[in-house]
């Protein structure tokens, strides 16, 4: 279920709100990135948390109950990679009715992670009325510091690592009663989210300045990457995914493309090309003034996945 616009409440005024009461206990913490980093005794590591719920995330009348349990750990990794961080460990909680398939959900979460590389090392299972899955995600950062949101700075191309509109596509095809065919590249694409973890690694390799995964549609992660950065963009291209629209490219989401920028366009090739990665895609620049976010000269209204 993609798509649609903030209406009823501002996720920037629920941040803020949460943020000034920190701030007032004397906390100096930061809400608002893919996730945080803390330092401990004997290290730094980065921790992100994330949910997905029967008929908002996923339909569980037509999802593989296993892919279900694949997308809530490639959802939680894709916030680690667009942080600069390796995935080490995950805990799961998997809420469901009595007549849900629990077992092959959790079958489905244990073989991601060690598809993924990850240790799963615990969690809980709970009776509830309605199917909800949710993990958190343990990494260390690869580099000397994680890639925030914020760090965007004017004059810094932005990129992707893909093309987007897929994942809305399969959607759509499986809306319209379409068999469940991973083979088809928009239903994988779909059912089958993958977290650049790659990609991640080229990220910090090149040192970009900011970053964030496009799981809500290309147009609101990009104005929250602005917003952190309390800058603008002009984006010139939006990369499309074969048969999708450029409209479900900018707001259909769970893509899972990351969006990044850096003030060297010649050094992220570089990156990409020893990472064995597919070359990015530039698509626009980051300018000063935090007014002005535009596509082509018009500006770019802040639509997506609200959930």
Not at 102 to 128: H, N, P, Y
Not at 230 to 249: K, Q, S
Request: proline share 7%; charged share 20%; net charge negative.
């Amino acid at each position: 279920m993609q798509g649609g616009t903030l209406t009823e409440w501002n996720e920037l005024e629920v941040i803020a709100g949460v943020q000034r009461y920190l701030v007032e206990q004397g906390e100096l913490s930061i809400i608002g990135d893919d996730a945080a980093e803390v330092s401990t005794q004997s290290g730094r590591v980065v921790l992100c948390a994330d949910a997905i719920a029967d008929g908002i995330h996923f339909q569980l009348s037509v999802w593989p109950p296993e892919l279900i349990g694949r997308k809530v750990v490639a959802v939680n990794l894709s916030d680690l990679a667009a942080m600069g961080a390796r995935p080490r460990w995950l805990l799961a909680t998997l809420a469901a009715p009595a007549d849900a398939p629990a077992r092959e959900i959790a079958l489905g979460i244990a073989k991601a992670c060690a598809s993924f590389g990850v240790s799963l090392v615990g969690g809980d299972t709970i009776r509830a009325a309605t199917t909800v899955i949710s993990a958190t995600a343990i990494g260390e950062p690869l580099g000397s510091a994680t890639i925030p949101r914020g760090g965007a700075r004017p004059g810094d191309a932005i990129f992707l690592t893909g093309p987007l509109g897929g994942s809305a596509l399969g959607l759509s095809k499986l809306d319209a009663g379409e068999p469940v065919d991973l083979k088809d590249p928009a239903i994988n694409r779909h059912l089958m989210p993958s977290p650049r973890l790659a990609e991640s690694r080229a990220l910090v390799a090149c040192g970009a300045t900011s970053a964030i995964d496009v799981s809500d549609g290309l147009s609101i992660d990009l104005h929250r990457l602005a917003d952190m950065s309390a800058t603008g963009f002009a984006l010139t291209f939006v990369p499309v995914f074969p048969g999708a629209t450029e409209m479900a490219a900018l707001s259909g989401g769970e893509d899972f493309e990351l969006a990044f920028t850096h003030p060297d366009a010649g050094a992220v090739q570089v990156a990409f090309a020893e990472a064995g990665c597919a070359p990015p895609i530039q698509i626009g620049t980051i300018v000063p003034d935090s007014a002005g976010r535009t596509l082509r000269g018009v500006p770019l209204d802040r639509t997506g996945y609200i959930h």
